[in-house]
């Protein structure tokens, strides 16, 4: 995998790291063999990396698999392992957080010694509001200090959180309270978006009225906009009443290593969205073990900044449990990428001297659009290390990310792995790999993952049958942050996940992938029915009973189309019934207007076709894949199983 030196460097295939990069990296070889040596030695050692009150005896009982236990007779309090022991260690000066609202002239520095104290008053006030161990809580909030602090929080008393992201609906929000019988949710009256204060206090109170918001009692509600809110007295309160009066004296208990730490629900491909369940010891472990390697990094010195927000498990793992585990110094941004100016990311990277920048392909391409000219305008020589997470990214704007953000020598870290996982699984790490560009390489230190075909049998990498075929991406070893059920529903989890190669006993994680002439991994994306939206996942059946919860729609099939800049866009296929037939114009506006009610903006489709028919099987099954041909102007694949091939001269004709 040696550097190709004499290619241009729009065309160099793999970039090593430069010597005084590895030379100070935290991770050198030696991680593969020592995890290589002794996998659950290796993982016990990376466990110590926690401070545990019950030092555990025994790594990986694996013997009810598919559901792990790590570590499982240790007990630790996450919020400590996150916050009070920096503290005590010293470090209670350091900056936790550097908060950048949106409006330019709103932020905040937070301290860990702050921070210990905000977070034991949030742990005092819930429990005051009669939160105990093994309660749930719904998280629906902008990217404000509160919504961590009320995460760390919840940790703290082992209560689970289950953060919606504000972008989601109000009906969206309810249907995950009533799936996690959430006792509280809390929120803010509003939230900034380019510029604007809007409501999401009104989502919270439609989500909880009626049916589905019965096990609510309370509602917190944390002032940022000061915009008007609806107000139920007994029911509703303010953050700044009863969090800001508590105490700041607050003794955190251990909990079992296998106790839960969160619910986040994420789309599968059926239209209801999955409780995904992490726990403590093995969650945290990963999460600070992976950040610290794969991200290289220095708490004393280092500016870190995860662009994700809160709501997707980018924001739990690297923005919350990785960093802060870690003790480092971290940007948090409220805002959107470009508000007020699309110079904004670059402001903030410049103003704070940010070292360390994890973002998604899909900004990437959104920068390269607006053109180098201007984070030509910044000083971006504080960047050591880029990171790439949420989907394949495209060669392309991988070498123009490292040229315009990393001057040409930072490494690129794309890291593979889902909410499912917990943590990163494939990645290069960034001082021992030479990368190349699209590739998230080879599994962790300590990760097992393979491709296989469609029996099991492992695709041969270094032969034209692991580098011209592709296969199924599956991890065929359990992993410390694996997740350890669907909320509720023990039978899901294990159709979804562990069927498909039941009797190898492997995880399949729903990507497609190959191998490299290196034996990297090259993963190209989804094999099922999910959509991949600018990094969001998306299920195809989600916005089709969106849908067809239209009074107007009969029928409606779903696919995700190549986008050059959300990587994946929706387009939809619907037949309308009789009695709205005639008005099909409107009716496009409006169904897309219903799926952003029923999920949220990013899931708006792209584009509406009112067609006469479906392509459909004998069976019944509609052909996706062939709808996916004539979203991509393609030519038809096979159509010899549709009942009717001539239904496609109708579709191409409403097109
Ligand atoms: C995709 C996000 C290629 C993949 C952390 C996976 C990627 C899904 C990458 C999980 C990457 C994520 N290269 N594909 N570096 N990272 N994916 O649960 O299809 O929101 O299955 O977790 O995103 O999405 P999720």
């Not at 860990?112 to 809580?137: C, F, I, M, P, Q």
């Not at 030509?376 to 989907?391: C, K, N, Q, T, Y």
């Not at 990094?535 to 849908?547: F, K, M, N």
């Amino acid at each position: 995998m040696a550097q190709n030196d004499t290619a241009a460097p729009s065309t160099q295939t793999s970039y090593a790291p430069s010597t005084a990069f590895a030379e100070q990296a935290n991770a050198t070889a030696a991680l593969y063999d020592e995890a290589e040596a002794d996998r659950l030695a290796f993982w016990a050692e990376q466990a110590n990396r926690l401070a545990w009150e019950t030092p555990f005896t025994e790594v990986l009982d694996w013997s009810e698999a598919p559901v792990a236990k790590w570590f499982a007779d240790g007990k630790l309090n996450v919020a400590y392992n996150c916050v009070d022991r920096h503290v005590e260690a010293g470090n209670g000066d350091r900056v936790a957080i550097h908060w950048v609202g949106e409006p330019v002239d709103h932020h905040r520095t937070i301290t860990y010694a702050e921070l210990k104290d905000e977070v034991s008053k949030a742990a005092n006030a819930l429990t005051d509001l009669g939160l105990v161990a093994g309660d749930r809580v719904a998280i629906y909030m902008p990217m404000v200090p509160e919504a961590i602090v009320a995460m760390l929080a919840c940790a703290r008393l082992g209560v689970l959180h289950s953060v919606v992201f504000a972008g989601f609906s109000a009906s969206a929000l309810k249907a995950r309270i009533a799936d996690a019988e959430a006792k509280l949710v809390i929120t803010t009256d509003g939230q900034y978006r380019r510029g604007k204060a809007a409501s999401l206090k009104d989502a919270v109170d439609e989500a909880v009225e009626g049916d589905g918001g019965q096990s609510i009692q309370h509602v917190l509600v944390v002032k940022r906009t000061g915009i008007d809110v609806g107000w139920t007295k007994g029911r509703d309160l303010w953050w700044h009443d009863v969090v800001d009066a508590a105490s700041t004296e607050h003794t955190p208990k251990a909990f079992d290593a296998e106790h839960p730490l969160f619910l986040l629900y994420t789309s599968g491909t059926t239209g209801k969205p999955k409780g995904i369940m992490h726990t403590t010891g093995g969650y945290l472990t990963q999460s600070s073990y992976t950040h610290f390697n794969v991200f290289d990094v220095k708490p004393e010195t280092d500016v870190y900044w995860c662009t994700a927000d809160i709501g997707w498990v980018t924001g739990h793992t690297y923005i919350v449990y990785g960093p802060l585990s870690n003790g480092v110094t971290q940007v948090v941004y409220e805002g959107t990428p470009t508000s007020p100016t699309e110079h904004r990311h670059f402001e903030i990277i410049e103003k704070y001297g940010v070292t360390i920048y994890y973002t998604a392909p899909t900004l990437v391409r959104t920068f390269m659009k607006l053109g180098r000219q201007i984070a030509a305008e910044h000083d971006l020589s504080s960047l050591r290390l880029l990171g790439s997470v949420g989907e394949p990214i495209n060669p392309e704007a991988w070498r123009w990310y490292r040229t315009v953000f990393g001057a040409d020598q930072t490494p690129i870290v794309d890291t593979w792995w889902q909410t499912e996982t917990g943590s990163i699984m494939i990645s290069p790490l960034p001082g021992v790999t030479a990368t190349k560009p699209g590739s998230a390489m080879t599994p962790l230190p300590g990760i097992s993952a393979v491709i296989v075909d469609d029996d099991g049998n492992r695709l041969e990498p270094g032969t034209d049958h692991g580098e011209q075929v592709s296969g199924y991406l599956v991890l065929d070893k359990p992993w410390p942050s694996m997740l350890r059920g669907i909320w509720g529903d023990p039978e899901r989890f294990k159709e979804t996940y562990w069927s498909r190669f039941a009797e190898q006993g492997w995880y399949f994680a729903g990507d497609g992938a190959r191998y490299g002439s290196d034996g990297e991994i090259w993963v190209l994306g989804r094999i099922d029915d999910v959509m991949n939206i600018s990094g969001h996942r998306i299920s195809t059946a989600e916005v089709e009973s969106a849908l067809v919860g239209h009074s107007g729609v009969a029928e409606a099939a779903v696919v995700g189309a190549t986008d050059e800049q959300t990587g994946q866009a929706i387009c939809a296929f619907v037949i309308l019934k009789a009695s709205a037939q005639g008005g099909a114009e409107n009716m496009v506006e409006e169904l897309r207007a219903e799926v952003a009610k029923e999920i949220s903006p990013i899931a708006k489709p792209r584009e509406i076709h009112v067609v006469p028919e479906l392509p459909k099987t004998r069976s019944g099954k509609i052909m996706r894949r062939l709808l996916r041909d004539v979203a991509e102007g393609r030519e038809l694949g096979d159509t010899s199983t549709l009942v009717d091939p001539s239904v496609f001269e109708a579709i191409r004709a409403g097109k």
